[in-house]
């Protein structure tokens, strides 16, 4: 997830916990395609809060952290949920701080498109390293 998304390695603790969650948020075979919660508590856990890992957010800068002539929006990376709805856990590459916020604006499409960039390269990667064989 950590290349995918072309982000920092000493991220990787986030991109381990945000694994587990959505693991434990997906169904299991051996549960007769239900999620443990489910199973647990018997109601139907909603996923309606997923994002992508590493996906882009824009920040609002509060009033009175924000000083003249500085940007009102700050540029975070998402990294995780949190238990609270409505709250992500957040990583700013400026002031290199992991922060919860609730008020911010996600930009998935830039990390979907990263991730199908990266994938179109290892693929022509795998082509080139790949054995040739001649056809009869």
């Known amino acids: 997830m950590l290349h995918d998304q072309c982000l920092l390695l000493h991220l990787w603790d986030e991109a ?20 443990p919660e489910e ?3 018997g109601k139907r856990l909603d996923v309606g809060h997923f994002r992508i890992f590493g996906s882009l957010v824009y920040c609002h800068v509060t009033k009175d952290a924000w000083k003249k002539l500085e940007p009102t929006l700050k540029l975070g990376i998402f990294v995780w ?9 957040l990583y700013f590459p400026t002031s290199k701080m992991t922060v919860i916020r ?11 498109r990263i991730s199908l960039e990266r994938e ?15 056809e009869h």
């Open 102 to 112: 609730r008020a911010f604006r996600f930009d998935e499409e830039k990390g979907m």
């Open 16 to 35: 381990c916990n945000i694994m587990v969650y959505v693991q434990n948020c997906s169904p299991h075979q051996i549960l007769e395609m239900k999620t």
């Open 120 to 134: 179109i390269e290892l693929h022509a990667e795998e082509e080139i390293l790949a054995p040739k064989t001649k």
């Open 39 to 41: 199973v647990y508590s």
């Open 81 to 89: 949920y949190t238990y609270t709805p409505h709250n992500y856990r």
